[in-house]
């Protein structure tokens, strides 16, 4: 048995004999016993609470703080720590949310034929999107730094076509405030892609911002608009575009 709960069982012992011999004074040491040992305990969960806290382990911090408040409810520790618990939270919160937006994206770093190597960074969106009147399908956001190529940002579809081939204007939004940029869908067959042309402004506006929205042409159900969250963006994953 741990040396705590050891305190706290012999606290225990001593109140059981107090009630039973109805001594008053023993009733109080016995209290006073079982107070000591239980703040003993709240005491240790507490330091865990502050470590974690300078750790800037906002998760394990929650956790200890909710714990402590259900455990150990009346003591000293549990009141101080309490004063906290609310700013621990929204930290953890914020924490999760980041997380969360982070794992949105993905990198890509494979080497190509003709030597070097293509980087990219890519999204889905945020919710499936009917481009061809058959049903929903994920759009994804690609920015990519090609060796051959150079840099470019572009949208792929799952199903239909974009209405883009001579070139049309693309309605931004970010957070709100709307821009237009140009677009073109390029004559092959290989992908169903239509590029961004102003790839500077777009990687901009998605390393900066949270919600990025895009509305643009398709060839069977007319304009679409398609969101992405893009707060969790590494742009260091793409050096050579910052």
Known sequence: ????????????????????????????????????????????????????????????????????????????????VKDKLDAVRAQAETEAQQQRLSALWDYGDEPVKTG?????????????????????????????????????????????????YKGCKLKVTLDGKVQTLPGSRPKTDEAIAMFIDDYKTLWKLAKTGKHLSIEFPTKAVGKRSVQFEVGGLNATKLPKWN
Not at 37 to 55: I, L, P, R, T, Y
Not at 61 to 71: I, N, S
Not at 135 to 164: E, K, N
């Open 1 to 80: 048995m741990k040396p705590i709960s050891i305190s706290i069982a012999i606290a225990l012992c001593l109140v059981l004999s107090a009630c039973k011999g109805e001594d008053p004074e023993a009733a109080a040491k016995a209290a006073a016993a079982q107070k000591a040992a239980q703040e003993q305990a709240a005491g240790v969960m507490e330091k865990q609470f502050e470590d974690a806290v300078a750790a800037h382990n906002w998760r394990l911090a929650k956790g200890y703080g909710e714990v402590l408040q259900v455990d150990h409810p009346t003591t000293d520790a549990a009141a101080r």
């Open 116 to 164: 070097g190597r293509q980087i990219s960074a890519a999204i889905y969106s945020q919710e499936p999107v009917d481009t061809d009147g058959g049903g929903t399908h994920p759009i994804r956001l690609i920015f990519r730094d090609h060796p051959d190529w150079g840099r470019s940002a572009y949208l792929v579809l799952q199903a239909g076509d974009f209405d883009c």
